[in-house]
Structures are given as structure tokens and as C-alpha cells.
């Protein structure tokens, strides 16, 4: 029972993005299952697919790899290859790849994923939306701009069928479909974008949260498109107080915003 609210708690503290104290939480859930030889090899697997994203969001893509890779040999050893645990596991791989620079291997990794959500999951449209979101977000780094956009559009349109328009997946995609329009050079649209990604945000969790921090930044950057440097220097400079709050001064995120001033 222990180990089962300890790794409940960790998804908790994920999905609000406290990653520190999820890590923290699920390292303890995984050594209880791998010290008592658990044979639920599927939670095994759960925690370590959860597990290496926390350690991907914090800067440690090295170790969130082989997290992931473990997390899908069990799924693939234990459970059919159309397994909705096979069809998540590749696209948190996925994520690390397209974190580590590794691009094509991202996308290859993440049209695996959909297609298995959409061949055998597509009653729950929302797990559809979430690998289209990954999918399209992949396209983004590989500079295939329009396509990202129709696949992050895609999603958003089946979030917003199925959640509230003040839901956080809304404002993940939104934020994403924001950063792609300021890409193909539509300032005003991404703008409008990310005002409302964050008002979402804003509405969902406190004034200091880290998505609060990554939505700042890349209105940030359209400011600075727009050639409004000042209002983009204090969304920059708020942005690096929020991730310094979060993460403290050495986090990957700082140093990306730090670039951009």
C-alpha cells in the first residue's frame, strides 16, 4: 500500500510539474517494487517511463534515455506491441530524443506511438490529442513548420472537445501552436496564442509556476520579434526569476533564456 501512494503522490507532484519532489518520490516507489521483486511488472515499467520524463524535464537527458529504454523492454517483454503501455513508453523515448537534438529519431519513435493510440485507443480521443501534440511538437524541432502546426491543431481541436477551454492540455498546445506560428512568422496569431496559454496557466496553478515560466519566455521572444524589447527584457527577466524559483540558477531553460536577452 506504501509503495503504491508513494508512486501515486509522485505522478501528482509530476502533473503539477514539481519535478524535484516527483523524483524524489518515485526513486522511493521504484527501489520498494525493485526490493520486494515485485512481479507487477507493468507498475515497474509505469514508474520508470514517469521517472525518466522527471529527469528529462530536469536537464538529464542521459539518464531519463535509459529510464525510458527499460521502461519499454518491459512493456515489449511482458504485453502485446499494441499495448497502450508500448504506446506511451515511445513517446516519452521519443521526448528524450527530440530533447537530446536526435530529431528523426523523435519522430520515428513518436508516429509509432500514434499510430498504435489511434488504431486501438481511439475511443479515448484525448490519448489521440496527446500523442498528436507530441508528434507535432517533434515536427516543430525538425523545422517542418506547417506540419506541426495542422498536428498541434489537430489536438487542440480534440482537447477542446473533450475538456474545458481552461484545461491544462489546452494551454500546453496552445503554447506550443503559439511558438509555430511565431516560427512561420506570425507574431500577432502566436501572441494571441500565448496570452491565452498562460491566462489558462495562470487560472490552473500559481503565479510562480514553471509553466508559468516557459509560456513568459516564449512571449518573450515574440515581443522581441515584434521589436518591443523592453516589454521582451522584463518577460525575460521574469521568466529566469520563475525557473531560478523553481530550479535554482543552473537549469538547462536559464541558460537557453539567457542566451536570448
Known sequence: IKVSITSKLGYIHYYLNDYIKSQKLLEESLANLNEHASEDQAKIAYVLMYLGDVYSELGNHGKAKDLCERSLTIYKQHFPNDHVGVARALAYLGNVHRRLGEYTKARDLCEKSLEIYTNHFSGNPTKVAWALAHLGITYKKLKDYEKAKDLLEESLATYK??????????????????????????????????????????????????????????LASVYKNLENYEKSKSLFERSIFLYEKNYGKNHIEIAYIVRSL
Not at 481552461?166 to 496569431?189: D, F, I, M, T
Open 161 to 218: 472537445d473533450n475538456f474545458s477551454e481552461n484545461h491544462p492540455r489546452v494551454a500546453w498546445v496552445l503554447a506550443h501552436l503559439g511558438h509555430v506560428h511565431s516560427k512561420l512568422g506570425n507574431y500577432e496569431k502566436a501572441k494571441s496564442l500565448l496570452d491565452h496559454s498562460l491566462t489558462i496557466y495562470n487560472n490552473n496553478f500559481s503565479e510562480n509556476h514553471v509553466r508559468v515560466a516557459w509560456v513568459t519566455s516564449l
